[in-house]
């Protein structure tokens, strides 16, 4: 594939026309700057970006986000509908880090009231909430606790006092997702699973103490409760190992199905099965209780975030309340119009987040006449964004990306980049870090992602949601 393959629609949007490839039954098209684009033709994101038009039932076309970088099967920041009666349900558009996502916490404190403290608050976090490969609490939940979570999300642990019923509400499906089937999931992943609600895990997963530092939508800042100067904390996890798990478990049942649906794929890794079979069926119960784990994996984190605060600055000191949570690697059955027919459409969204615009019934009441909260962290050390649903997102399902994305392999990564070189760079810019190990520090280097500013550029400029405010990193823990 080369660029003079594609139609440039605008300055960010591009587009592979549907007869690029025989097998195609969409357009594919991509919401990149010209220099993004050119990056990335040196994977394999825009020829699994093109795979991906080639799905039974896939509807309009198969998207990328501006953090789009090779994944398995779909390319990551890949968006993709399926018409419910004629689609096929991906596990591979889905990822193995089912409902990883992002929950922001607010402060009404500024940086300068408790910029005394930060080092105290990194510590405690760290204290309060495990993180690395593997790593869980010291408590393993019984088969039946695990069940109940799989089933009722952060819903659960809300009941069992791990946060309050605002937290919910300022939660994408109000934190769980009722088609969830607990007995559709493996004893594997549930014993996965069985003490890690409540942990961050490693990879690109974080906590970070963040100050707002620019305001784009005062009016738009202010519903959300954001202000200059303000601290506020970002939670960037997933489901663990349990979802990993259940990933694994139905790529293979999928696999071994296809044939039997006559589905033909021009790459195995975007095993799909019709979303209306019964292996489709169990796979969207088993995802949903996977996503459902994450929720309540956040909701947990939250609720130490908040202990260790209250412990540093006194129980006296004022709480920590939820923006938002928002999903990303998820698959969810909404309802779009297409060509002035309302359809049930099966979306994925993999390293792409929904962004529901201004009246949307699914946005938080309080929300509701601005615009869904969307959450775009950038990579250890650069800033993060909040931006906000637009109804131009329209033909992008109302969608955006979930992150800045990878330009590097961690392996790359960590050949190139000394772990040690960057604690002391970010300490430098005042940032503390707080990690149990530098191999993870060097994985996550900035210079191993886009450009966080470019990206969110391009979702500005492309319509598909619109700055409010621009978090600049305070201190950041970390997993391995």
């Known amino acids: 594939m080369k660029k003079s393959d594609f139609i440039k629609i605008n300055d960010s949007l591009w587009e592979i026309p549907k007869g690029?490839?025989?097998?195609?039954?969409?357009?594919?098209?991509?919401?990149?700057?010209?220099?993004?684009?050119?990056?990335?033709?040196?994977d394999k994101s825009l020829d699994q970006l093109v795979n991906v038009a080639s799905?039974?039932?896939?509807?309009?076309?198969?998207?990328?986000?501006?953090?789009?970088?090779?994944g398995y099967g779909f390319p990551i920041g890949g968006v993709a509908a399926m018409d419910i009666k004629s689609g096929v349900i991906s596990p591979g558009g889905v990822g193995y880090d089912i409902n990883c996502g992002m929950r922001l916490l607010k402060s009404d404190y500024k940086?300068?009231?408790?910029?005394?403290?930060?080092?105290?608050?990194?510590i405690e976090i760290q204290k309060e909430v495990p993180s690395g490969l593997g790593r869980g609490r010291q408590i393993k939940l019984d088969a039946a606790s695990i069940n109940k979570i799989l089933e009722r999300g952060a819903q659960r642990v809300v009941e069992q006092g791990y946060g309050e019923k605002e937290?919910?509400?300022?939660?994408?499906?109000n934190g769980r997702l009722p088609q969830a089937d607990a007995s559709l999931v493996s004893d594997h992943a549930k014993n996965r699973g069985r003490d890690q609600v409540g942990t961050l895990g490693s990879g690109n997963h974080f906590l970070e103490i963040q100050k707002v530092d620019e305001v784009f939508d005062g009016k738009t800042a202010e519903i959300f409760g954001l202000f200059l100067e303000q601290v506020v904390i970002m939670i960037h996890t997933g489901s663990r190992g349990l979802g990993h798990q259940i990933a694994t478990d139905y790529i293979r049942v999928m696999m071994g199905t296809m044939d039997k649906y006559g589905i033909r794929l021009p790459d195995r890794e975007l095993a799909a099965c019709p979303i209306n079979s019964p292996e489709g069926q169990k796979y969207l119960s088993a995802m949903a209780a996977g996503a459902n784990y994450a929720w309540a994996n956040r909701q947990t984190i939250a609720h130490f975030v908040r202990k260790a605060?209250?412990?540093?600055?006194?129980?006296?000191?004022?709480?920590?309340?939820?923006?938002?949570?928002?999903?990303?690697?998820?698959?969810?059955?909404?309802?779009?119009?297409i060509e002035g027919e309302t359809l049930e459409l099966c979306l994925h969204r993999k390293g792409a987040t929904r962004a529901f615009p201004p009246s949307h019934p699914e946005v938080p009441q309080k929300y509701r006449a601005v615009g869904q909260p969307v959450l775009i962290p950038g990579s250890m050390g650069t800033a993060s964004y909040v931006l906000v649903g637009v109804n131009t997102g329209r033909d992008a399902f109302f969608s955006t990306n979930h992150g800045a994305g990878r330009t590097m392999s961690r392996h790359e990564a960590t050949r190139r980049v000394s772990g040690q070189n960057l604690l002391k760079e970010l300490k430098s810019k005042g940032i503390i870090v707080k990690c149990w190990n530098l191999r993870g520090i060097a994985e996550e280097a900035p210079m191993a992602y886009k450009n966080v500013d470019d990206v969110v550029g391009v979702v500005h400029n492309a319509g598909l949601s619109k700055k409010v405010v621009k978090l600049k990193p305070l201190a950041v823990i970390k997993g391995e």
């Open 20 to 42: 690029f490839r025989s097998d195609m039954r969409v357009a594919a098209r991509a919401y990149v700057s010209e220099i993004m684009l050119e990056s990335a033709l040196r």
């Open 55 to 70: 799905l039974p039932g896939i509807v309009n076309y198969s998207l990328a986000m501006p953090d789009m970088h090779e």
């Open 111 to 122: 940086e300068e009231e408790i910029r005394n403290y930060l080092e105290g608050l990194a």
């Open 167 to 173: 937290d919910l509400e300022s939660c994408e499906s």
């Open 309 to 337: 605060w209250r412990s540093v600055l006194g129980e006296k000191s004022t709480n920590l309340t939820t923006v938002y949570d928002v999903a990303h690697n998820i698959a969810k059955i909404e309802k779009h119009e």
